[in-house]
């Protein structure tokens, strides 16, 4: 029994209930507009820990300039460095990495709706979203799958469609990311991240890069919302 059986099958259960629910008003593109409905409420479970997160994130930027002066008196006391740095965080109720929950705790949410779209059965029984379209492009199948048809065959067209509009989410997260990164390594991983949900979109099926575009877009508007407030330290 594989570690996802039963979140996918309760994933499945829930979209397959949108999906007839929302059958009527939507149509042929029900099982689309079921994952977008499910995407927005997972997203909507995760917003306290997107609003922790942006508390971090503000604690960090207020602090950061007690730590570059620890890292300037102790710089050659790496161990001294550290205690005295978690010391700081640890008085002031923040972590370095608290930033980073919302995107660790959708990870498996990914993986549980690419499992979803990969799976021929769920639960010992066939998977019946896979029957589903979205303007024809089945969300079962990824674009490099779909080339053979042409380039430019309409279920390929949705793809691409697909990825130009992750493609332009992308561009507007590295251009913020770029006003509030750090310099060196870590600031140039901020900017190019993005891109990758963009590649990776290519190879996964339609549903699961549907499923990003819809969480890339919240992230988006979540970000700038909740953490307008950040500004990039000075030099």
Request: aromatic share 8%; glycine share 8%; with cysteine.
């Amino acid at each position: 029994m594989s570690l996802f059986d039963v979140p996918v099958s309760l994933a499945y259960a829930l979209v397959r209930a949108l999906t007839d629910g929302i059958g009527p008003v939507a149509g042929p593109a029900s099982a689309a507009a079921a994952i977008i409905v499910f995407t927005l409420l997972v997203r909507l479970a995760m917003l306290p820990l997107a609003v922790s997160a942006a508390k971090g994130e503000r604690t960090r930027a207020r602090l950061l300039p007690k730590v570059q002066a620890l890292q300037s008196r102790h710089k050659k006391n790496p161990q001294r460095l550290q205690r005295e740095t978690a010391a700081l965080y640890e008085a002031e109720g923040a972590t370095p990495l608290s930033g980073c929950l919302p995107m660790f705790a959708q990870v498996p949410v990914f993986m549980v709706m690419y499992r979803l779209f990969r799976s021929a059965t769920v639960a010992g029984h066939q998977n019946a979203l896979l029957a589903h379209t979205l303007l024809g492009a089945p969300l079962g199948q990824n674009w490099i799958g779909l080339l053979g048809g042409g380039l430019f065959a309409p279920p390929s067209l949705v793809f691409l469609g697909l990825l130009a509009l992750l493609t332009a989410l992308a561009v507007w997260s590295s251009r913020r990311a770029a006003r509030t990164a750090p310099a060196g390594a870590a600031g140039l991983l901020a900017r190019v991240a993005p891109f990758g949900t963009v590649v990776f979109a290519a190879f996964a099926p339609l549903a699961a890069g549907l499923y990003l575009l819809v969480s890339g877009t919240w992230t988006a508007v979540e970000r700038a919302v909740l953490h307008k407030r950040i500004v990039a330290p000075a030099g």
